[in-house]
C-alpha cells in the first residue's frame, strides 16, 4: 500500500525539475521516519524501501547526487546502500 501511494505521487508530478525536487523531499522525510521507527515498522519499512529503490534507483540516485549539501548526501548514499539501493 505505502510504494503504491509512493509511485502514484510520483507519476503525478510531471515537469522533470518538480519531480526531481519532491523526490527529494520525500527522501528526506522517508529516512526521518525510519529513523524513528519501531523495529516492527522498521521491517516493513525495509521491504518497501526495497521495492521503491530498486523500480526508481536511476531516479534516486540523480537526485541524490545532485544534493548540494554533504552530509545530507554522505547520510541519504549510506540510507540507500543499506536499503540495497547502490548509487555509483
Not at 526521518?32 to 526495497?50: G, M
Amino acid at each position: 500500500m505505502i510504494f503504491l501511494r509512493i509511485q502514484d505521487f510520483l507519476s503525478s508530478v510531471n515537469i522533470s525539475e518538480q519531480k526531481e525536487k519532491k523526490l527529494d523531499d520525500f527522501l528526506g522525510k522517508l529516512i526521518s521516519a525510519a529513523a524513528r521507527s519501531k523495529t516492527s515498522e522498521a521491517t516493513l519499512y525495509k521491504t518497501n524501501f526495497k521495492s521503491l529503490f530498486q523500480s526508481l534507483s536511476k531516479e534516486i540516485c540523480v537526485v541524490v547526487d545532485k544534493n548540494p549539501y554533504p552530509a545530507q548526501k554522505t547520510s541519504r548514499i549510506k540510507f540507500l546502500s543499506e536499503n540495497e539501493c547502490i548509487c555509483k
